[in-house]
Nanobody, 126 residues
Framework: QVQVVESGGGSVQAGGSLRLSCVAS????????LGWFRQAPGKEREFVAA????????TYGDSVKGRFTISRDNAKNTVYLQMSSLKPEDTAVYYC???????????????????WGQGTQVTVSS
């Protein structure tokens, strides 16, 4: 069983930056593909970014490409989402998810992830 806890959310003005962190418990962190998803009010949850269990592959949703960067630190059991050039439409609850040895082909599919955090709110004002 893996517990996933996000942090780092908050309020920022458009054009600003935030870094989200996600800590996953357990000694097998390096076996887990890690993803970020977000859900805005009245909308379905959407894929933001993911990093493979090997760390060798990353993928991003179209709406955040070039602005967000995902990275992982296996020594700290932590995955980060660096968000820059934030827009009001980035406002959402951001969720971290984990799945063991998830194929790179499925990294953007939320249904493939077994473990989820409670989410952290990001609000971008214009």
């Amino acid at each position: 069983q893996v517990q996933v806890v996000e942090s780092g959310g908050g309020s920022v003005q458009a054009g600003g930056s935030l870094r989200l962190s996600c800590v996953a418990s357990g000694r097998t962190f390096n076996r887990y593909t890690l993803g970020w998803f977000r859900q805005a009010p009245g909308k379905e949850r959407e894929f933001v970014a993911a990093v493979s269990w090997s760390g060798g592959s990353t993928t991003y949703g179209d709406s955040v490409k070039g602005r967000f960067t995902i990275s992982r630190d296996n020594a700290k059991n932590t995955v980060y989402l660096q968000m820059s050039s934030l827009k009001p439409e980035d406002t959402a609850v951001y969720y971290c998810a984990a799945d063991q040895y998830l194929s790179n082909s499925y990294m953007s599919q939320e249904a493939k992830y077994d473990y989820w955090g409670q989410g952290t709110q990001v609000t971008v004002s214009s």
